[in-house]
Structure formats: structure tokens, C-alpha cells
């Protein structure tokens, strides 16, 4: 699943309010929230670990890039407990 927000809804606090929500639904669920972000998304990563996600693993290649190359994913997890 993606959840991403618009460009005119960018840095307006829409994808934190969506994080958010999804760790209420974790929490209550006694769930964790895994997700997968590009090495290069530095926006994403401030996000997620302010949200307290950390990093626990990193997919070497795992995404396509403009110029024919490759980036890193980081994976990342957040838990209630």
C-alpha cells in the first residue's frame, strides 16, 4: 500500500496526521507498522523516525532510478510495546 499526499498538501502536516492515525489503529490492534523508504527521501525518513520508526534492515537495490540505476530501500518499524 502507498499512502502519499499531494504536492500542494506537502509540508502542511497531512502525512504526519496520516502516520498517525495509522499507529492509533496499530496501537489499539496491538499491531506494529512496517514500512519501506527510498535511502534518497530524507523528508520521509525525518517523518518516520519522529514518529518513532526505526531502521532494522536495509534492501540493497531495491529501487529504480531515473538515470537506469538503482537506490537502497530502508525498512523501518514502529511498535507500541
Not at 37 to 42: I, M, P, Q
Not at 43 to 52: D, F, K, M
Request: contains cysteine; hydrophobic residues 40%.
Amino acid at each position: 500500500m502507498n499512502i502519499v499526499t499531494t504536492l500542494s498538501a506537502q509540508r502542511q502536516g497531512v502525512a504526519k496526521q496520516l502516520l498517525q492515525h495509522i499507529q492509533r489503529q496499530a496501537r489499539d490492534q496491538r499491531a506494529e507498522v512496517m514500512l519501506e523508504v527510498r535511502l534518497s527521501n530524507h523528508a520521509a525518513l525525518g517523518l518516520y523516525q519522529g514518529c518513532g520508526f526505526a531502521i532494522i534492515a536495509r534492501r540493497k537495490d531495491y529501487y529504480p532510478t531515473l538515470a537506469d540505476g538503482r537506490e537502497d530501500a530502508l525498512v523501518m518499524r514502529w511498535s507500541a510495546n
